[in-house]
């Protein structure tokens, strides 16, 4: 009805939208606004025990995507129902990204080339994340739990449980990245990449170019441009951003601290455009924007506003149980090695160092390395418990 229609295709759009939108809701916010209701209900009750079905942001921001693609004149109606299904259930980046836009994968819904080529790179790529996933990001969650859910805790613990935190989320959201592009490109089909190093970013406008990329594309093409972006003056840019990072926070759950988290964002990517400091490229600017990432994080990681000002705290020394005690010690002694692996796995230094042994003639090298990596990851995986992925959550 979009492509055929003329005029009106509003009347067409709109309920499309509210339709897709209106189950995001239920789902994903109805259930906490019904146990937070003091009301002795039936239906209530039943809504609060809803659960929400895996990937529903990610497809829906998909289909939603398509339809005001559609609207644009973007792209055309020429997917048949198993087509367009396809592309709606594909099954390596359903559950948690990269958000996959319908015009990407067009021609290679239609047509694809698979290579022995290609399946070794998809193989290695997923075996990154693998590695990320079990081996770092999981690792480091025993950190993060025992520091969010201490009861005394010092200075040094907080901003360990603060960084490992940091860290871990990345790992654990990237990894799934990396094994979706991975899976994707083993079938012959090419997705965007969805994180650049987002830890050595110089500022909060290039985090936000770095980190979740679909996401941060989702919302600036189908929220922030269509409501004038930047063309109607500066007031109006203001209220924009707003809105963009308000229904970000709230895209992640029905909880203040997701809110509060997204308008923090708010807050420093305003100032970055008024100061002019978007684009600074400093030591100080990186230790800024990654003090800023790390206390939203924290705020992003606590159950409730009151625990993320008191964790928030702890780390400047308010509330704190001393600076250092011997169990800050241990726990700092027993992650040391993955925090370190952390550290260097967020930046681009092992791709550097493999790009010159490869044109050393070390290309042999890579290989080797993701074999161990597959190894130790399947050999970790069959030891310990299982830990879902961080975003199954949203």
């Known amino acids: 009805m979009l492509s055929r229609s003329s005029t009106g295709k509003k009347w067409f759009l709109f309920p499309v939208i509210l339709l897709d939108v209106s189950l995001l809701i239920l789902f994903k916010y109805a259930p906490?606004?019904?146990?937070?209701?003091?009301a002795d209900n039936v239906v209530l009750e039943r809504i609060?025990?809803?659960?929400?079905?895996?990937?529903?942001?990610?497809?829906?921001?998909?289909?939603?995507?398509?339809?005001l693609d559609l609207y644009r004149g973007r792209v055309q109606v020429k997917a048949t129902l198993p087509r367009f299904a396809l592309y709606i259930s594909m099954f390596p980046q359903l559950v948690a990204g990269p958000i996959v836009r319908y015009n990407e994968i067009e021609t290679q819904l239609l047509d694809r080339k698979?290579?022995?080529?290609?399946?070794?790179?998809?193989?290695?790529?997923?075996?990154?994340?693998?590695?990320?996933k079990v081996l770092l990001a999981d690792f480091l969650a025993r950190t993060v739990d025992a520091a969010f859910s201490a009861q005394g805790l010092t200075v040094i613990g907080a901003w360990l449980g603060a960084v490992a935190y940091t860290l871990q989320i990345y790992f654990d959201f990237s990894g799934y990245s990396d094994m979706a592009i991975g899976l994707g490109r083993m079938f012959g089909f090419h997705f965007a990449e969805?994180?650049?190093?987002?830890?050595?970013?110089?500022?909060?406008?290039?985090?936000?170019?770095?980190?979740?990329?679909?996401?941060?594309?989702?919302?600036?093409?189908?929220?922030?441009?269509p409501l004038g972006g930047n063309r109607h003056g500066a007031r109006r840019t203001m209220l924009n951003l707003f809105v963009v990072w308000l229904l970000t926070g709230?895209?992640?759950?029905?909880?203040?601290?997701?809110?509060?988290?997204?308008?923090?964002?708010?807050?420093?990517?305003?100032?970055?455009?008024?100061?002019?400091?978007?684009e600074?490229?400093?030591v100080v600017s990186h230790f800024f924007t990654l003090l800023i990432v790390i206390l939203g994080f924290v705020i992003f990681r606590s159950p409730d506003t009151s625990y993320?000002?008191?964790?928030?705290?702890?780390?400047?020394?308010?509330?704190?149980?001393?600076?250092?005690?011997?169990?800050?010690?241990?726990?700092?002694?027993?992650?040391?090695?993955?925090?370190?692996?952390?550290c260097i796995g967020a930046t681009p230094l092992l791709n550097t160092v493999f790009s010159r042994l490869k044109e050393k003639g070390g290309a042999w090298l890579?290989?080797?390395?993701?074999?161990?990596?597959?190894?130790?990851?399947?050999?970790?995986?069959?030891?310990?418990?299982?830990?879902?992925?961080?975003?199954?959550?949203?």
């Open 250 to 278: 709230i895209w992640h759950g029905a909880n203040w601290t997701f809110v509060i988290w997204g308008l923090l964002w708010f807050a420093v990517l305003v100032a970055e455009k008024i100061s002019g400091h978007a």
């Open 114 to 132: 698979e290579s022995f080529d290609q399946v070794a790179d998809g193989l290695g790529r997923f075996i990154c994340g693998l590695g990320k």
């Open 32 to 38: 906490a606004i019904a146990r937070a209701l003091p």
């Open 48 to 67: 609060s025990q809803l659960h929400l079905p895996i990937g529903i942001s990610f497809f829906t921001f998909q289909i939603i995507s398509y339809i």
């Open 308 to 342: 993320a000002l008191q964790y928030i705290g702890k780390m400047f020394g308010l509330g704190a149980a001393g600076v250092w005690d011997q169990e800050t010690a241990a726990s700092l002694r027993s992650c040391a090695g993955v925090l370190l692996a952390g």
């Open 194 to 225: 969805n994180f650049r190093y987002p830890y050595i970013a110089s500022s909060g406008t290039d985090f936000w170019r770095r980190w979740h990329i679909s996401l941060s594309r989702w919302f600036r093409d189908y929220v922030y441009i």
């Open 280 to 282: 600074t490229n400093t």
């Open 366 to 394: 890579r290989p080797v390395w993701l074999t161990a990596v597959f190894v130790l990851a399947v050999a970790e995986m069959v030891t310990s418990s299982f830990q879902p992925f961080i975003y199954f959550d949203f």
